[in-house]
């Protein structure tokens, strides 16, 4: 049987992972519980969705979780967030008491009961490899419950249109009544959104996610029968039944209640926590030998399915050294053969652990605040620098990508070569009309020449666009190929356009064949001297004699 250019690849691919993992013990190696869903195999984010202001429209009326006392705006003496959002991509944002940015702008937060808001983010997501969010619901019963109801729909809602699944995680902390409340919750509200196209799905089955057993404080009060009885219940309605729990899970010590594996084996997915556990990238390394491995290794045997978790650190506390805290846990994590991650988490900006954009530096941050933004280590990193990190660690973990100590994610985009001229594109959120298997749209600005973009096959015309974050003037296009002699010379007919919005476009150039030949290193340079200014950069393939798709694995944007 012939080898086809996609099998050679990646018969490649496989035999550099496994001169990468030379030398590795890799104690996890042995077969999930579960094939891949939408929970084993992908990156989950844990996603808040809980703040809110006044004039905002949500029943709440306050500004919850923004500030100590939600009935005053938030400001230095009335603060609980340890990081200042970036919210330059929000429509809606509301003025709090703070100083003025560094910058001069006004100092003004957002809302997730805003549909915008939860839009913006859940575009971030599908453009970095967020696979799922896990929505936190903590006790409805009180003045919270409305809003939280209808945050629940804007979920749904974007995460429709975004392609990007969601469950309810229950976060049972402090909840009094919960073992008859959250089954009538469940039965009464929550279930409804399992209809939905986007509701995660494991094993065929609904997922529900109940964070907070055998946690050793009195905020998680319940014996182990409680706890059992609760899963069981969740069990019987059809659902897979995610469980976060304490980091010592397996020991029953420290942060762990004794007495409660029974407890944990009955979930069908383990979430150890780890915010507050680690702070440096000693302790990943100490946690990689005395938690992950035996946490595995035992997951294994009991047929549970594992998701660690992984965290960027505690901006006020410095622990993310510009991104290699939180790389050398992607690392770790695959080199120990887990197969599904949760972030911790996406939103956080209370406890400092949050991937969505940040504030950079000291002129995104309100003056007088002691809020640090992502430089505070010297480092420059762009606002949406752990998004993309979380995008190539999430490769790694799935294979696209070989193993690798060392972060590939440059902290500034366009930062990692090209000289006075960077490379504009690179690592910049992408989409794309459509792709086959995992050749998605990332492939073409990850830096690495054997990934690439393949559209859907037979099915031209078909795009592929690059988000440059602002509109800036560029001159040149590189497009690449695998360098694999395997490829083959080919001419692609291409039309580059540009947008200021994402939504109208116009004609950049007009369309044109370029040739890709291996024995010139499969590159083509569309250049148009004159410039164009463009936010968004799109390239629309009508033919390709090579095969019947658009295909890149490198799309690089220059202003020269």
């Not at 004159?530 to 295909?551: D, E, I, S």
Request: charged share 15%; net charge negative; hydrophobic share 35%.
């Amino acid at each position: 049987m012939a080898v086809s250019r996609r099998t050679f690849l990646s018969t490649v691919s496989a035999g550099a992972a496994g001169v990468a993992l030379g030398g590795l013990a890799l104690p996890g190696s042995a077969r999930a519980a579960s094939p891949a869903g939408d929970v084993v195999g992908k990156v989950t984010v844990g996603y808040q969705g809980w703040f809110a202001c006044p004039g905002d429209g949500a029943p709440i009326d306050a500004w919850w979780h923004w500030s100590q006392n939600w009935s005053q705006a938030p400001s230095p003496s009335n603060n609980v967030i340890k990081a200042w959002p970036d919210s330059r991509d929000f429509t809606a944002t509301y003025p709090t008491a703070y100083a003025n940015l560094g910058n001069g702008s006004p100092a003004t937060l957002f809302s997730s009961y805003d549909q915008q808001t939860i839009d913006t983010h859940f575009t971030w997501m599908q453009q970095n490899g967020c696979d799922t969010a896990a929505l936190q619901r903590f006790d409805p019963n009180g003045s919270e419950g409305p809003t939280r109801n209808a945050i629940t729909a804007r979920v749904r809602s974007s995460a429709e249109a975004h392609g990007v699944k969601f469950y309810v995680m229950y976060d049972v902390s402090g909840w009094t009544n919960m073992q008859s409340e959250i089954k009538t919750d469940w039965t009464n509200l929550m279930s409804q959104h399992t209809a939905s196209s986007a509701y995660a799905r494991q094993n065929g089955k609904p997922v529900v996610g109940i964070w907070g057993f055998g946690f050793n404080d009195a905020n998680h009060p319940w014996d182990p029968s409680a706890c059992s009885d609760v899963i069981s219940w969740f069990k019987s309605q059809g659902c897979y039944v995610m469980g976060g729990v304490p980091t010592w899970w397996r020991t029953g010590t420290s942060d762990s209640r004794a007495g409660y594996l029974g407890v944990y084996h009955s979930f069908d997915m383990l979430s150890p926590w780890m915010v507050g556990r680690i702070g440096t990238v000693s302790d990943v390394d100490w946690f990689y030998s005395n938690a992950t491995v035996p946490d595995l290794a035992d997951c294994n045997a009991n047929g549970i399915d594992y998701q660690p978790c992984v965290l960027p650190g505690d901006l006020s506390a410095r622990q993310r050294a510009h991104g290699d805290f939180m790389w050398r846990q992607f690392y770790d994590m695959t080199r120990a053969g887990v197969q599904s991650l949760y972030i911790s988490m996406f939103d956080e900006f209370g406890e400092g652990n949050q991937i969505a954009r940040t504030a950079e530096n000291q002129s995104q941050v309100p003056a007088g605040s002691g809020l640090l933004a992502l430089d505070e280590d010297g480092t420059a990193c762009s606002s949406d620098y752990y998004l993309r990190l979380t995008a190539d660690g999430g490769k790694m973990l799935k294979g696209q990508t070989a193993l690798t100590a060392t972060r590939p994610t440059q902290p500034v985009v366009g930062s990692g070569g090209g000289g006075s001229d960077p490379d504009l594109a690179l690592h910049q959120p992408v989409s794309d009309s459509g792709h086959t298997q995992v050749y998605v749209a990332g492939n073409a600005v990850d830096g690495d020449p054997n990934t690439y973009w393949e559209s859907i096959d037979n099915a031209f015309p078909q795009w592929l666009q690059v988000d440059l974050g602002s509109a800036v003037t560029t001159r040149r296009i590189v497009l690449t190929l695998p360098p694999s002699t395997a490829w083959g010379a080919r001419t692609q007919t291409i039309q580059v356009l540009g947008s200021s919005d994402g939504t109208n476009f116009s004609t950049i150039l007009a369309s044109a064949g370029y040739l890709f030949d291996p024995a010139t290193g499969n590159t083509a340079t569309i250049a148009y001297p004159g410039g164009a200014t463009a936010r968004y950069v799109r390239l629309l393939f009508t033919a390709n004699t090579g095969w019947p798709a658009g295909q890149a694995s490198g799309f690089s944007v220059y202003a020269t």
